[in-house]
């Protein structure tokens, strides 16, 4: 090696250590490399429309009252189809409002159930949770099975659940037979020193006949395989989506003298690929 | 000479990528500023950080604050020990200091103070905060009434707007007394600021985040007051903080009408006209705001012309004022009233907003009024009545049993004006002796004052004698039953007995008189030893139920009524003296057995001292 390459040698080192440097430096850690996809949009919701217009009716049905034991997490509100509990913000957003008035609480939950249903494919909502001790937001999925397959025979895909006394922390679940309500397969997603609320996040699943992937802003968290599951995989029909702001229950506690009201999910959208 | 140039390059190539490293990350050089402070974030970890200094207030306990290595918190190397006195402490009455930086550090680049904090019991801090350099504490910020437990929990102390922070020196400091009487100990550690992403939504607030209006004048300033600042915590609870004006910035919509300065102070400098007064921190629009409705030049309250020598002041920039205990007692549960006094040039006004009933109390001590006749005040109802509108000022001489009342009518065309009330101390409906005169309570009477100033309030007298001593300055209350149910002997309410002789000569040494009180007849016997009166004709009284006699008197200390029937048959029924202004008594006539209540012809009195008789009849039940 004479003196000349030895020069042009250090040169190159140098300047990919520069390079190397300033990825280091400056830029954010490289997501996880997952196989690309051709994700084809089959439904989406834009929540494009004027402030105070109720969501889409071709798109979503309400779920109404308080439903059975609370629907069944002796949750504390009262569902309705009001604008001041549900409706487009005029700036492309679909805002659901939890509100106290004294003790009790009035709140929307809507649902595609009739109106759209899909197995496997990529199921995402970007949005912003609401927060306090006892508010309890779910983007979510049930099997069309229902009707005919009580809970949890059906099937339920939790693409998102956040426990508002822990702003920071979202959950993803699946509850099946043999594997739900206090024992579902379950996993969190915590981030650093930011909380959910404070800002739009993208949650996603995607599924396929063998596995649900679970996502946070991209970055996979949780992936459960056929194999996972302890009872039956029922994954494998279609799914309806839901969208809802709860107050009190099981999974989160009653909300305290110190929990701010109204509190608010704004859902950016939601979308569906195949 | 190429080795050396290699020598050169491995030399410089390392400080290259750091210069290429600032140029691609950091601010360009052009930004930087010349003078920086430390941004040091530690306040104290395990001992006191760089440059940290401890000062005790004026009247706390100078030892309070003490470096523990025992009580700490994760087993770290020292915390810091409060320790709060128990009352009666001759060290001090409570514990409360400062912990400053001789130079500014630069806390821009946080969002709240934190620390871990426990107690010996559980507490209430009732003040911990940051800002205080023991000078303008220009960026205060604290939290009032902060619960602490028997176990380490951290707290959080959210800074309302850190980018003005660039030289603070306050790093924190705290101010508590004992509890229940006794002292306590807690401790703080790992005192530090911290850039924390957990905590969100951020609300400001002034006036408590109210929408005020106001009416005002030319020449009125206020504070802004209730100015804070919310963020949620980590635990989605919010905690809110007072912050000091500073963390704001205040705008007037109209200049020309009211002005805010930088320390939120504002002040009316035009009008008629209206201006909202708002505030920002940062880009964030604060809740609450001051509408001020300036009518224009103030319209001052004519000055009082009594000579100061003639005059009890209870609220006067033109006299000296005795003692007030206060000027709104706000008295729960029912009062709605508030304040909202003011000044202008110099000339302090009371305004009363919200009003239903307000009580100003000058208990401590009570004032003598004796010498007075009246009560002076001006009033002023700054918005137009819908109606004829009636208030009700009342007297309380402590000890009375109720108060005394005047109502003073106010046409709707006496609105936004000033209206001078001179009201005779006679014109208090039982009103009894005004040597022990405590309050004046204001009461909106027909519901059509919303808000009033009152200025210039103060006893008078208006040069007529006030009553020797010893005589009532007021009349007997004029009875109020009907006539045909009375049986009258002494009264300006009814017909009395054709005939009566009220001095009959009996041999006695009472001195008898009718002297007017108020412009009332009024019975006088003087010197009483007895005292007869007789009917013009015997009185069949047996349909009747009561014998009733007001009497006044300050110096007798026995004194008895008689009823008479013929024989003479007499019973003697005894009446407590001296009095506390009138008594009013009504006396069941069985009292008077036997007396032949078909025929009584005669009363009588003896006893001692001086006597004032009034409303003298026989009344049924």
Not at chain 2, 293 to 322: C, R
Not at chain 2, 529 to 541: H, K, L, P, R, T
Not at chain 2, 563 to 588: M, N, Q, R
Not at chain 2, 602 to 610: A, S, W
């Amino acid at each position: 090696m004479n003196k000349i390459n030895k020069f042009r040698k250090i040169r190159i080192q140098s300047f990919l250590l520069l390079i190397l440097v300033i990825f280091w430096g400056c830029e954010r850690d490289n997501f996880q490399k997952l196989d690309d996809r051709n994700w084809q949009l089959t439904w989406s919701d834009e929540f494009a429309g004027t402030a105070g217009q109720l969501p889409d009716a071709s798109k979503w049905a309400f779920d109404l009252g308080t439903g059975d034991n609370g629907w069944g997490n002796s949750e504390l509100q009262s569902y309705t189809n009001s604008p001041a509990n549900v409706s487009l913000d005029g700036n492309g957003n679909l805002v659901i409002t939890a509100i106290r008035s004294g003790n009790s609480f009035t709140s929307a939950r809507i649902n595609t159930k009739g109106l759209f249903s899909q197995k496997y494919g990529r199921f995402e909502a970007r949005l912003k949770t609401p927060y306090g001790p006892g508010l309890w937001p779910a983007f979510w999925m049930l099997g069309t099975s229902i009707e005919t397959v009580p809970w949890p025979g059906c099937g339920e895909i939790d693409i998102m659940e956040l426990r508002g006394q822990e702003p920071h922390i979202i959950h993803g679940t699946i509850h099946g037979p043999g594997y739900s309500g206090g024992n579902p397969i379950t996993k969190s997603y915590a981030l650093n020193n930011d909380r959910f609320d404070a800002d739009f996040h993208l949650y996603a699943i995607e599924w396929d006949k063998d596995k649900i992937d679970f996502f946070v802003d991209d970055y996979l968290y949780q992936r459960i395989e056929r194999s996972d599951v302890p009872g039956e995989w029922v994954y494998d029909e279609p799914f309806f989506i839901l969208l809802n702001v709860a107050v009190g229950g099981n999974y989160v506690g009653f909300p305290t003298a110190q929990t701010p009201f109204p509190q608010k999910m704004v859902v950016d959208y939601v979308r569906v690929y195949q | 000479m190429k080795a050396n140039i290699l020598i050169i390059l491995k030399k410089y190539i390392p400080i290259g990528i750091l210069v290429l490293l600032f140029m691609g990350c950091e601010r360009e050089l052009s930004d930087l500023k010349p003078v920086t402070f430390p941004d040091n974030p530690e306040v104290f970890i395990d001992g006191f950080s760089a440059g940290l200094n401890y000062a005790a207030f004026g009247g706390s306990v100078p030892t309070a604050f003490d470096v523990d290595n025992k009580e700490t918190w994760n087993n770290s190397k020292a915390s810091m020990r409060f320790d709060v006195p128990n009352v009666g402490d001759p060290q001090g009455a409570y514990a409360g200091g400062v912990f400053f930086t001789e130079t500014g550090r630069n806390l821009t680049g946080y969002n709240a103070l934190t620390f871990w904090a426990k107690a010996s019991e559980s507490a209430v801090i009732d003040l911990v905060g940051l800002g205080n350099d023991l000078g303008a504490s220009k960026y205060q910020v604290t939290i009032s009434g902060l619960q602490v437990s028997t176990s380490w929990k951290k707290y959080i102390i959210p800074l309302p707007n850190s980018s003005v922070l660039t030289a603070e020196r306050g790093m924190f400091f705290y101010s508590t007394g004992p509890v229940d009487g006794k002292g306590y100990t807690f401790w703080i550690d790992e005192l530090k600021f911290e850039n924390l992403g957990t905590i969100a939504h951020p609300q400001f607030a002034i006036f408590n985040g109210e929408e005020k209006v106001e009416t005002s004048f030319i020449g009125v300033t206020q504070n802004i007051s209730g100015l804070s600042a919310t963020f949620n915590l980590p635990a989605g609870v919010n905690q809110s903080v007072n912050a000091a004006a500073a963390y704001f910035n205040f705008s007037s919509s109209n200049e020309g009408i009211a002005t805010v300065n930088e320390s939120g102070v504002v002040a009316v400098v035009g009008g008629p006209g209206s201006a909202e007064i708002t505030a920002r921190v940062g880009n964030e629009v604060a809740k609450g705001s001051l509408t001020l409705q300036s009518i224009g030049t103030f319209q001052q309250a004519p000055l009082p012309v009594h000579p100061a020598d003639d005059v009890i002041s209870i609220f006067s920039d033109a006299y000296t004022s005795v003692p007030v205990n206060y000027y709104n007692g706000y008295w729960e549960p029912y009062q709605t009233t508030l304040s909202a006094d003011f000044e202008v040039n110099g000339d302090h006004i009371l305004q009363y907003i919200d009003f239903n009933f307000v009580g100003i109390e000058f208990s401590t001590p009570t004032v003598d009024a004796t010498a007075m006749t009246h009560l002076h005040m001006d009033i002023y109802i700054p918005n137009t009545l819908t109606a004829d509108a009636q208030l009700k000022i009342e007297l309380v001489n402590e000890g009375a049993a109720s108060s005394a009342t005047s109502v003073v009518n106010i046409p709707v065309s006496q609105s936004n004006k000033w209206i001078g009330l001179d009201l005779p101390f006679s014109g208090f409906n039982g009103l009894g002796s005004t040597a022990k005169l405590m309050q004046i309570i204001f009461v909106n009477e027909n519901n059509k004052i919303s808000s009033f100033y009152a200025d210039n309030i103060y006893f008078y007298s208006d040069g007529t004698q006030p009553p020797p001593p010893g005589e009532p300055d007021v009349a007997a209350a004029t009875p109020t039953y009907p006539a045909a149910n009375v049986i009258s002997v002494f009264s300006d309410a009814y017909t009395a007995i054709p005939g009566t002789n009220l001095n009959p000569d009996w041999g006695q040494a009472t001195v008898v008189t009718t002297i007017q009180i108020q412009g009332n007849n009024t019975l006088k016997l003087a010197g009483l030893n007895y005292q007869g009166i007789e009917f013009g004709s015997s009185q069949n009284v047996t349909a009747m139920g009561f014998l009733h006699v007001d009497f006044w008197t300050a110096n007798s200390t026995a004194l008895n009524i008689f009823l008479i029937s013929p024989g003479p048959v007499e019973t003697a029924y005894s009446l407590a003296v001296p009095t506390t202004g009138w008594t009013s008594i009504d006396i069941p006539l069985s009292s008077f057995a036997p007396v032949n209540l078909g025929d009584v012809i005669q009363i009588k009195f003896d006893g001692n001292g001086d006597i004032y008789l009034d409303n003298i009849y026989f009344r049924k039940n």
